[in-house]
């Protein structure tokens, strides 16, 4: 009994747009198991294109000073090339002589060759924190930091300040006003400008207002645990901490926003960005991040509602809380919370202003119309 199976299209499943030469891909299943596979170049190529998304590693090599990071993007370029100009050939032609499974050894050989060279690229990021912990020991590394926050971590500093970049830090023994204002850190804000917010671990982390103060669980002098209220700036940059004050560390970036800031448009380029990242299997997430942006593109666009604000409310409310079977419904709803709940005077502001300059335009309409009308009967 045999089974066969043919893409019509050719290997690259129409993806070269091309009149394809090569074999289409076939894949022979029989009482034997005999196996052949033809192969093109086209997904070689994609995944090529695919290389750029490595400028993230890349970025934090160059902001770490790691010179190789002019090189290995290089290396798995060159694999890249040898593979769209060679693999596919030499995969078709051992195909074609019969070597059923000659031609999945080079193609696998060429891609694990290219996922070790650009794995390399991250890996090289631990490759200073991991000397350190080898040298100075496991405990004591751990004496680094702060008690239930041991260790180092490197966190990212940007938006509005001097200086962005990623900073490797003890955890806990810095607070969020030197991360920002430091000149070994951020260096401060724009000159001129006033801080109006800060966003403490990445863009799903509920935001913190300019001033905000919060009641934390603190050591006296006596050893015991005392209330003590804490302002936003003073918050050390630390798990625990900024759990306690109602947000979290998150990815560690530290996003900081001066008074030039929109937050409705803020809020709005964040909402964007989860509504289309949102898989679509979870109807509270599928749904809700895709109306928050609705909502937001609305207000940013001259046809926002003052009743806005408490829509967006609505919606956030509802998609977390065991809604979702993974967390990216809280990511999408927590900013929208924060930021809302914080900031509501802006977004009120914004969509009664909307719907009043509507207002003026559909009664002068209505006025030139009625003029329009009347004008013969004068």
């Not at 030499?90 to 891609?111: D, H, P, Q, R």
């Not at 924190?129 to 680094?144: D, F, P, S, T, V």
């Not at 960005?273 to 609705?294: D, N």
Request: with cysteine; proline share 4%; charged share 20%.
């Amino acid at each position: 009994m045999n089974f066969r199976t043919e893409n019509k299209m050719g290997g690259c499943f129409g993806l070269c747009r091309t009149n394809c030469t090569s074999a289409p891909l076939a894949i022979s299943l029989s009482t034997t198991t005999s196996l052949s596979v033809g192969f093109h170049p086209g997904p070689v190529l994609l995944a090529a294109l695919l290389i750029p998304l490595n400028y993230v590693a890349l970025t934090f090599m160059r902001e770490r000073g790691f010179t190789i990071a002019g090189i290995a993007p290089r290396f798995g370029i060159l694999f890249c090339a040898l593979g769209c100009a060679f693999g596919g050939r030499i995969a078709n032609t051992l195909a074609y002589e019969g070597a059923s499974l000659a031609s999945f050894k080079v193609l696998m050989a060429a891609f694990v060759a290219l996922s070790i060279v650009l794995g390399l690229c991250p890996l090289l990021l631990l490759a200073p924190k991991m000397a350190r912990i080898r040298r100075a020991g496991l405990l004591e590394y751990a004496k680094l930091g702060t008690p239930n926050n041991t260790g180092t971590r490197i966190v990212s500093v940007s938006g509005h300040v001097k200086k962005p970049g990623y900073f490797e830090v003890e955890v806990g023994k810095v607070t969020i006003g030197q991360l920002i204002n430091d000149p070994e850190f951020g260096g401060g804000l724009r000159d001129g400008r006033k801080l109006k917010a800060v966003i403490p671990g990445g863009s799903s982390a509920k935001v913190f207002k300019a001033g905000e103060k919060f009641k934390l669980k603190r050591k006296g002098p006596d050893g015991k645990d005392a209330e003590q209220e804490v302002d936003m700036l003073d918050l050390p940059y630390d798990f625990d901490s900024l759990i306690a004050a109602g947000s979290m560390s998150g990815s560690g970036a530290i996003i900081v926003l001066d008074d030039s800031t929109d937050i409705v448009e803020a809020l709005a380029n964040i909402a964007e960005f989860y509504a289309h990242e949102s898989c679509g299997q979870c109807t509270p997430c599928r749904e809700g991040s895709l109306w928050m942006s609705k909502a937001l593109h609305r207000l940013t666009h001259g046809q926002g509602r003052k009743a806005d604000a408490d829509y967006l409310v609505k919606i956030a409310d509802n998609i977390p809380g065991g809604r979702t079977i993974c967390a990216f419904g809280e990511a999408c709803a927590w900013p929208v919370q924060s930021f809302v709940g914080k900031f509501k005077d802006e977004f009120l502001a914004k969509g009664l202003a909307d719907e009043e300059r509507r207002a003026a335009a559909a009664k002068s309409t209505d006025q030139t119309v009625e003029t329009k009308v009347l004008a013969p009967c004068l």
